[in-house]
């Protein structure tokens, strides 16, 4: 059977393969010995079926090497992919919250705060922060999304092992739920202060919040870096 | 990239990590100015100003990303790389990375709360934030010691102490 870019096939299964970055595909589970190894640690396995939801841990060093994924992995990934990328357009686009003392207002977006930290001159923070709460959120997203796609489809997509890199390499840097409870904090913090007024923008950060950490999940990169079935 | 130039990098990283941690700390992080009352807060000092305040439990939140998660990053990653071509321990680094990857960001609490707390703090002599000096070096050694996770992967612990050393 011919594989296509990002798709593996065992046992009738789907996997979702994402290679960690920097590296052309997925780590070699297979010696020349044509023994199943760790690629943590090189320990060689017991080869065993699993079923959807099972993992082949290693005894030696503790790394998962292989994770049953079940046929519903990818559809997963691409509706949580999918309303994560709504949910982003919508957390940028809506105030959080509102601060309010002695009758003065002030509303906070996302990138409100970025652009605060720019205007002081602060840059590298303001660049810091936009990355990991806008634009690796959204890009981990988008590459998940795709991927997740073209495994969906069954389809051919071009570029579908470039876009599972990108999503693995900007998936660390993608801090939304850390954003969430900063959010959570700040608002701890200025209610001793002044009035805070919640908007709808903090909603669509907590579900931005719980796209993103239900991704992380499903697509658990411990030991070498592969969120796979098997 | 070589195993060997990923182990030098880390080294460089967790070095430029462990440089930035002591001003990260000592200096302020942000100025806070409210009808007249001024503080210059460190990490610590607003870990303190929420402990005072009566809220504990916000405060150990920030306490434990903001200060413990750091420090045991930046501790972890040096017994690791110092262990690095040695036999010994090989599993509990192995594990201690894979924990150091779920924790290490959430140490980014203290530098998104400054970015809320600027956005708001824009009501001139009523209520104003500014973010400090501090906050340079604070987020400087979070992305040292992210990036430092990130390249040194768990497969270089493993590695036989010859190809090691290579």
């Given at each position: 059977?011919?594989?296509?870019?990002g798709?593996?096939f065992?046992?009738?299964?789907p996997?979702l393969a994402?290679p960690?970055p920097?590296?052309a595909g997925?780590?070699?589970?297979?010696?020349?010995?044509?023994?199943?190894?760790?690629?943590v640690c090189?320990a060689?396995m017991a080869?065993?079926?699993l079923?959807p939801?099972?993992?082949?841990?290693?005894r030696r060093?503790?790394s998962?090497?292989?994770r049953?994924?079940?046929?519903?992995?990818?559809?997963l990934c691409w509706?949580?992919?999918?309303?994560?990328?709504?949910v982003?357009?919508l957390?940028?686009c809506?105030p959080?919250l509102t601060?309010?003392?002695?009758g003065?207002?002030?509303?906070?977006?996302i990138?409100?705060g970025?652009?605060?930290?720019?205007?002081?001159?602060?840059w590298?923070?303001?660049?810091l922060?936009?990355?990991?709460?806008?634009?690796?959120p959204?890009l981990?997203?988008?590459?998940?999304w795709?991927?997740?796609?073209?495994?969906s489809s069954?389809?051919?997509?071009p570029?579908a092992e470039r876009?599972?890199?990108?999503a693995r390499?900007?998936?660390?840097?993608s801090l939304t739920?850390?954003?969430?409870?900063?959010?959570?904090?700040?608002v701890?913090?200025l209610e001793m202060?002044g009035?805070?007024e919640w908007?709808?923008?903090?909603?669509w950060v907590?579900?931005l919040?719980?796209c993103s950490f239900a991704?992380?999940?499903l697509?658990?990169?411990?030991?070498?870096?592969e969120?796979?079935?098997g | 990239m070589?195993?060997?130039?990923?182990?030098?990098?880390a080294r460089?990283?967790?070095?430029?990590?462990?440089?930035c941690?002591?001003?990260a700390?000592l200096?302020?992080v942000m100025?806070?100015?409210m009808?007249?009352e001024?503080?210059?807060?460190?990490?610590?000092g607003?870990?303190?100003?929420?402990?005072?305040?009566g809220l504990?439990?916000?405060a150990a939140?920030?306490f434990a990303?903001s200060?413990?998660v750091?420090?045991a990053?930046?501790l972890?990653?040096?017994?690791?790389?110092l262990l690095h071509g040695s036999?010994?321990?090989?599993?509990?680094?192995?594990?201690?990375l894979?924990?150091l990857?779920?924790i290490?960001s959430w140490s980014m609490?203290?530098?998104?709360?400054l970015?809320v707390?600027v956005?708001v703090?824009?009501?001139?002599?009523?209520a104003?934030v500014r973010?400090?000096?501090g906050v340079?070096?604070?987020a400087?050694?979070?992305?040292?010691t992210l990036?430092?996770?990130?390249?040194?992967e768990?497969r270089l612990?493993?590695q036989?102490?010859?190809?090691?050393?290579?």
């Amino acid at each position: 059977m011919r594989r296509r870019a990002g798709q593996n096939f065992r046992h009738g299964q789907p996997m979702l393969a994402i290679p960690p970055p920097g590296r052309a595909g997925p780590p070699r589970l297979m010696g020349a010995d044509g023994k199943q190894r760790c690629p943590v640690c090189g320990a060689v396995m017991a080869r065993r079926e699993l079923r959807p939801g099972q993992e082949l841990r290693c005894r030696r060093c503790g790394s998962t090497v292989r994770r049953a994924a079940g046929e519903l992995l990818a559809p997963l990934c691409w509706a949580l992919a999918t309303t994560g990328l709504i949910v982003w357009g919508l957390a940028v686009c809506t105030p959080i919250l509102t601060f309010e003392i002695a009758g003065r207002e002030q509303s906070n977006w996302i990138w409100t705060g970025i652009a605060g930290l720019a205007a002081q001159g602060y840059w590298p923070v303001a660049v810091l922060v936009f990355f990991s709460a806008m634009a690796a959120p959204v890009l981990h997203l988008a590459a998940v999304w795709y991927v997740s796609g073209a495994l969906s489809s069954g389809g051919r997509w071009p570029g579908a092992e470039r876009a599972a890199r990108l999503a693995r390499a900007v998936a660390p840097w993608s801090l939304t739920p850390v954003f969430a409870v900063a959010c959570g904090v700040a608002v701890v913090k200025l209610e001793m202060l002044g009035r805070v007024e919640w908007h709808q923008g903090a909603f669509w950060v907590l579900a931005l919040a719980a796209c993103s950490f239900a991704l992380a999940r499903l697509l658990d990169d411990r030991g070498p870096g592969e969120a796979r079935g098997g | 990239m070589t195993d060997a130039g990923r182990v030098e990098l880390a080294r460089a990283l967790v070095a430029g990590g462990l440089v930035c941690y002591a001003p990260a700390n000592l200096l302020p992080v942000m100025t806070i100015a409210m009808t007249g009352e001024v503080d210059r807060l460190t990490v610590l000092g607003g870990v303190r100003e929420l402990y005072e305040s009566g809220l504990a439990p916000v405060a150990a939140v920030v306490f434990a990303a903001s200060f413990v998660v750091p420090l045991a990053k930046l501790l972890c990653l040096s017994w690791v790389l110092l262990l690095h071509g040695s036999a010994g321990w090989r599993r509990e680094r192995t594990a201690a990375l894979r924990v150091l990857k779920l924790i290490g960001s959430w140490s980014m609490v203290d530098v998104f709360l400054l970015s809320v707390l600027v956005a708001v703090g824009q009501l001139g002599a009523l209520a104003s934030v500014r973010s400090e000096p501090g906050v340079c070096f604070f987020a400087a050694m979070l992305l040292f010691t992210l990036a430092a996770g990130e390249v040194y992967e768990p497969r270089l612990i493993w590695q036989r102490r010859e190809a090691a050393a290579a």
